[in-house]
């Protein structure tokens, strides 16, 4: 059944802005709670890279890519975690994913939403 549920992609011209949002419906509050929580985006032909992440203490890091630009947050009472993607970029253009960081023993992926710079 899904475990994770991610939404909020979409057909962005440069310089946008966009929230992706991800629902874990079927984790618990206390294993949501004990792990650091990550975006990750892909394109075709290259492996996933993890753009952003949040740890159960609430720091967040992000890679040079996206720093200044992206914004993790997470509720855990909603048990969701979010990505708000400002100042869109060509280089952003992906799909986008949510699970564990880091994903060495990651629940099962969702499907991803995608984000697409339109120009």
């Known amino acids: 059944q899904v475990h994770l549920v991610e939404s909020g992609g979409g057909l962005v011209q440069a310089g946008g802005t966009l929230k992706l949002s991800c629902k874990a419906p079927?984790?618990?509050?206390?294993?949501?709670?004990?792990?650091?929580w990550g975006w990750y985006r892909q394109v075709p032909g290259k492996e996933r890279e993890l753009v952003a992440h949040i740890s159960r203490f609430g720091e967040a890091i992000y890679a040079d890519s996206v720093k200044g630009r992206f914004t993790i947050s997470k509720d855990s009472t909603r048990k969701m975690v979010y990505l708000q993607i400002s100042s869109l970029k060509s280089d952003d253009t992906a799909d986008y994913y949510c699970?564990?960081?880091?994903?060495?023993?990651?629940?099962?992926w969702g499907k991803g939403t995608q984000v697409t710079d339109t120009s």
């Open positions: 079927r984790t618990i509050t206390s294993v949501f709670n004990g792990n650091a």
């Open positions: 699970n564990f960081a880091p994903p060495s023993h990651p629940l099962p």
